[in-house]
């Protein structure tokens, strides 16, 4: 199945690589909903109109509408927030949008991520967690009193 081009191996999955970080990127959602997608939701507007037949008839098949534009904003944001990359923060809707806008987004991951890992060094590096390491070292139930002896 792997020698078969792209378009015609049938996956559950996007599988692409990163163009800034060179990573390997799987996605479970395509960029536009599958036919199963549409499938579900003419059961749905089915479904719908026979629970609202008593009262509205078959104008319940309306209904179908306003939930299939709900449904494809969601599902088109969902596709998009997996196709953002978490080891550099890379946006392919932002970058085809507007390069400058996806340059200054990744500029501003790694800059994220390096007041983080400052912030963690920061912190191990304080007193109080200090103190907390040199107490994990002691061993079990002895304490150390002021002149540095265990007791």
């Known amino acids: ?13 996007w ?4 163009p800034v970080c060179k990573a390997q990127r799987r996605s479970f959602y395509w960029p536009s909903p599958r036919k199963r997608h549409y ?3 003419a059961i749905l507007g089915l479904f719908i109109t026979a629970v609202c037949q008593p009262w509205i008839g078959l104008r319940g098949v309306v209904f179908i509408f306003p939930i299939w534009a709900v449904f494809e904003f969601a ?17 392919p809707y932002l970058y085809k949008y507007d390069v400058k806008l996806a340059r ?4 501003r991951f790694w800059a994220d ?8 060094a920061a912190q191990a590096n304080t007193p109080s ?17 002021n002149s540095g ?3």
């Open 113 to 120: 991520k390096k007041k983080k890992t400052q912030a963690k």
């Open 104 to 107: 200054d987004k990744v500029e």
């Open 15 to 18: 599988e692409f690589y990163c």
């Open 129 to 145: 967690a200090q103190s907390a390491e040199t107490k994990e070292s002691l061993p079990s139930g002895g304490s150390v009193s």
């Open 75 to 91: 599902y088109r944001a969902r596709a998009r927030q997996s196709l953002i990359c978490s080891r550099c923060g890379f946006d």
């Open 1 to 13: 199945m792997d020698s078969l081009p792209f378009r015609y191996q049938q996956r559950e999955y």
């Open 149 to 151: 002896k265990q007791e």
């Open 39 to 41: 499938g579900a939701l």
